[in-house]
């Protein structure tokens, strides 16, 4: 993108950028000790406040709002990192710290140091194997430089810093199924209040952000946050990193500000470089799978926080972009979408348990060529009582997952009609008898005899 500097991906490409002594002759951890040596925690919030800076993890809050509803009188506060990443066409992250990664510990100790952090938890991926040795060695020598432990540049300020490894649960990149996880419990998100910022882990006062989001925290103050707020779009400021996979020619990770459109970032040279053997875009998941989708007559979306509301989507969600070519089947999207949130759906609430699986089973039916017409309003109902009902489920997840089924039922619902229609005649019919057997005769028990142990399925 012409005049854009990159901010989070300047050091990619740079030999030897994974050390800090490469790092700080780039201007690395600069920031930090500028944080630490002239500004008072309260400063840093505000400056982080007035950036406009928004989480860059999906919710997008206002991440000095955010910091500021720890209590006052807190005597220690801990920070956790999330760096889960389930969510399916995002490597945002990974992209970042695999390439930088002393540009995320320096977010870290100033977001510790703003909140008046003394223990801060990288909370890990699972699957991400090298990416944890990478970041292990990075905070080693940190360590050994004198940026994390006592006494941090001689201000009486002390910071452990430790990497979690998860469990691979989708639900824990929800940030109290992450704080049970991180305690060493099952991952299931906790019931609220109370918040995080009041009780969180071990039972202190908590703030948990995206890896993304504190990355952008040194550039705000080495730059002041007028700069940071100049970029982007109103109530959507700064740089952000948006990631393509699909059939595209160049599949990756970019950096742009924010306000980008589907269109640039699928068909720009700077970015994906159009679609990949002559193919054409049917139809693009623009940020992570939960936000929903977008046809191919809605590519002028930009990718801000505002403007995607216009197109009915769930949100930004993290600008990981999965473009689906003219080729795909939506009948196959539908149910591999479907039976991705039947199986990370952790069971708690039920409408998300028995919702989830629900339409997984639809949709794998409609997959399979055994639809029927009303598969598709009964997919739309399940989903407006599943995942719409305010206040009824414990953590987003079932939101998640109603918005992209949804929009693909009502966006592309002339494409699935017709491959219903091309069905064979009685097909369905034989499909549901032969794999879905509900009648079950039971046995009439006499008086005196022993009871029944199996069930007698009809032929």
Same mark, same amino acid.
């Given at each position: !993108?012409?005049?854009?500097?990159?901010?989070?991906?300047?050091?990619?490409?740079?030999?030897?950028?994974?050390?800090?002594?490469?790092?700080?002759?780039?201007?690395?951890?600069?920031?930090?000790?500028?944080?630490?040596?002239?500004?008072?925690?309260?400063?840093?919030?505000?400056?982080?406040?007035?950036?406009?800076?928004?989480?860059? *993890? #999906?919710?997008?809050?206002?991440?000095?709002?955010?910091?500021?509803?720890?209590?006052?009188?807190?005597? @220690?506060? /801990?920070?956790?990192?999330?760096?889960?990443?389930?969510?399916?066409?995002?490597?945002?992250?990974?992209?970042?710290?695999?390439?930088?990664?002393?540009?995320? +510990?320096?977010?870290?100790?100033?977001?510790? $140091?703003?909140?008046?952090?003394? +223990?801060?938890?990288?909370?890990?991926?699972?699957?991400? @194997?090298?990416?944890? @040795?990478?970041?292990?060695?990075?905070?080693?020598?940190? $360590?050994?430089?004198?940026?994390?432990?006592?006494?941090?540049?001689?201000?009486?300020?002390?910071?452990?810093?430790?990497?979690?490894?998860?469990?691979?649960? $989708?639900?824990? #990149?929800?940030?109290?199924? +992450?704080?049970?996880?991180?305690? *060493?419990?099952?991952?299931?998100?906790?019931?609220?209040?109370? $918040?995080?910022? =009041?009780?969180?882990?071990?039972?202190?006062?908590?703030?948990?952000?995206?890896?993304?989001?504190?990355?952008?925290?040194?550039?705000?103050?080495?730059?002041?946050?007028?700069?940071?707020?100049?970029?982007?779009?109103?109530?959507?400021?700064? %740089?952000?990193?948006?990631?393509?996979?699909?059939? /595209?020619?160049?599949?990756?990770?970019?950096?742009?500000?924010?306000?980008?459109?589907?269109?640039?970032?699928?068909?720009?040279?700077?970015?994906?470089?159009?679609? &990949?053997?002559?193919?054409?875009?049917?139809?693009?998941?623009? #940020?992570?799978?939960?936000?929903?989708?977008?046809?191919?007559?809605?590519?002028?979306?930009?990718?801000?926080?505002?403007?995607?509301?216009?197109?009915?989507? +769930?949100?930004?969600?993290? &600008?990981?972009?999965? /473009?689906?070519?003219?080729?795909?089947? !939506?009948?196959?999207?539908?149910?591999?979408?479907?039976?991705?949130?039947?199986?990370?759906?952790? *069971?708690?609430?039920?409408?998300?348990?028995?919702?989830?699986?629900?339409?997984?089973?639809?949709?794998?039916?409609?997959?399979?060529?055994?639809?029927?017409?009303?598969?598709?309003?009964?997919?739309?109902?399940?989903?407006?009582?599943?995942?719409?009902?305010?206040? !009824?489920?414990?953590?987003?997840?079932?939101?998640?997952?109603?918005? %992209?089924?949804?929009?693909?039922?009502?966006?592309?619902?002339?494409?699935?009609?017709?491959?219903?229609?091309?069905?064979?005649?009685?097909?369905?019919?034989?499909?549901?008898?032969?794999?879905?057997?509900? =009648?079950?005769?039971? %046995?009439?028990?006499?008086?005196? &005899?022993? %009871? &029944?142990?199996?069930?007698? /399925?009809?032929?």
């Amino acid at each position: !993108m012409s005049g854009f500097e990159p901010v989070l991906l300047r050091n990619v490409g740079v030999e030897g950028v994974r050390t800090l002594k490469v790092s700080e002759s780039r201007g690395g951890w600069a920031a930090a000790r500028k944080a630490l040596t002239t500004m008072t925690p309260d400063e840093i919030v505000e400056e982080v406040r007035r950036s406009g800076l928004r989480g860059r *993890g #999906g919710a997008g809050f206002p991440t000095g709002v955010k910091w500021s509803f720890l209590p006052k009188d807190r005597k @220690h506060t /801990v920070l956790c990192v999330n760096f889960d990443e389930s969510e399916p066409g995002t490597f945002n992250n990974r992209y970042l710290a695999e390439h930088d990664p002393h540009l995320v +510990l320096e977010g870290i100790l100033i977001a510790a $140091y703003a909140t008046r952090a003394d +223990l801060a938890y990288i909370y890990l991926r699972a699957e991400y @194997h090298e990416l944890f @040795h990478i970041l292990q060695r990075a905070l080693d020598e940190a $360590y050994a430089a004198g940026w994390f432990g006592a006494d941090i540049l001689g201000t009486g300020y002390r910071l452990e810093c430790h990497i979690h490894r998860g469990a691979g649960a $989708y639900v824990c #990149g929800e940030e109290t199924g +992450l704080i049970e996880s991180l305690e *060493g419990k099952r991952g299931w998100p906790r019931i609220k209040p109370p $918040y995080p910022a =009041v009780r969180g882990a071990f039972g202190r006062p908590t703030v948990v952000n995206n890896v993304e989001t504190l990355a952008c925290l040194p550039a705000i103050i080495e730059r002041g946050a007028e700069w940071f707020a100049s970029i982007g779009t109103p109530g959507s400021t700064g %740089p952000k990193l948006y990631t393509v996979s699909g059939p /595209v020619n160049r599949p990756g990770c970019f950096e742009a500000p924010l306000g980008l459109t589907v269109r640039e970032l699928i068909e720009g040279d700077d970015f994906a470089g159009g679609m &990949a053997g002559g193919r054409k875009v049917k139809a693009v998941i623009p #940020g992570g799978l939960s936000v929903g989708i977008l046809t191919a007559d809605e590519l002028d979306c930009r990718l801000d926080f505002t403007d995607v509301l216009n197109y009915g989507l +769930l949100g930004l969600g993290t &600008a990981g972009a999965i /473009v689906i070519g003219d080729d795909a089947d !939506m009948r196959k999207v539908l149910a591999n979408t479907a039976r991705f949130y039947a199986h990370e759906s952790c *069971g708690q609430c039920t409408h998300c348990r028995e919702g989830t699986g629900w339409m997984a089973r639809i949709a794998e039916r409609i997959a399979a060529g055994a639809g029927r017409i009303a598969d598709l309003d009964l997919i739309v109902e399940l989903c407006g009582r599943m995942g719409m009902m305010s206040g !009824m489920s414990i953590c987003g997840l079932p939101d998640g997952a109603a918005y %992209p089924i949804r929009l693909i039922v009502e966006k592309f619902r002339g494409e699935l009609e017709e491959a219903i229609g091309r069905q064979p005649p009685g097909y369905t019919e034989r499909y549901i008898r032969d794999r879905i057997p509900s =009648v079950y005769a039971l %046995p009439v028990l006499q008086a005196g &005899a022993a %009871p &029944a142990r199996e069930r007698a /399925v009809p032929a």
